[in-house]
């Protein structure tokens, strides 16, 4: 009887140490598997890593070769306008009147060509700096703007000058002043008036 019970004692002792050296060969499977998960995992992070460090650093370049194009682009611009603004003047100040004299026209319409020319190569100058391709509200403000005045700025010392001659000039002048100034005054007014209309409309 004590025979027996030794035995079954011994195969249970055996069939717990048979357990447990399973239970260890599984938990090694677990942290083999584990490990090779980790492993894979921290290669592909490494491998993420590395590849957002490039897309990165290509960022930078581009956003610096752009930056430069951009720069050099101003610089162009600028160039080109001051260009644009010469011929502009030139036209003015010495291709119209010629043409005035040489063609014996009557001197008041120096100031439609004027305003016409100058308000034509404003026009083109001021898309040009914009960029854009349509021409907007803004730019036909501004050509507006400056070729009335750059017709004022003629008829003012041409008529004190007594270089143009004509009745009810000194009335034309003072009317034309009064023009001036509501022109300049609702150029600069609408400015902020439209940026507000813009920024309610963005909200909505």
Do not use: C
Request: charged content about 25%; hydrophobic content about 50%; cysteine-free.
């Amino acid at each position: 009887m004590a025979e027996d019970e030794g035995n079954e004692l011994e195969k249970s002792v055996d069939e717990l140490n048979q357990q447990r050296i399973d239970l260890e060969k599984e938990i090694n499977d677990l942290n083999l598997l584990r490990n090779e998960k980790l492993k894979s995992f921290n290669d592909e992070l490494e491998i993420k890593i590395e590849w957002m460090d490039k897309e990165r650093i290509k960022a930078i370049k581009e956003r610096d070769n752009l930056l430069r194009k951009v720069r050099h682009s101003n610089e162009k611009s600028w160039k080109n306008a001051l260009k644009m603004v010469g011929i502009l003047g030139f036209l003015d100040l010495v291709v119209v009147p010629a043409i005035i004299i040489l063609l014996s026209i009557p001197l008041q319409w120096i100031f439609v060509s004027l305003g016409l020319v100058t308000f034509l190569g404003m026009m083109l100058i001021v898309n040009y700096m914009s960029g854009t391709s349509p021409f907007n509200t803004g730019e036909i403000r501004k050509a507006i703007t400056v070729s009335l005045i750059t017709v004022y700025l003629a008829f003012v010392p041409l008529l004190t000058m007594g270089v143009v001659v004509f009745p009810g000039a000194q009335t034309i002048l003072s009317n034309f002043t009064w023009l001036i100034a509501v022109v300049i005054v609702l150029y600069f007014a609408t400015r902020p008036l439209e940026e507000y209309i813009k920024n309610m409309s963005s909200k909505k």
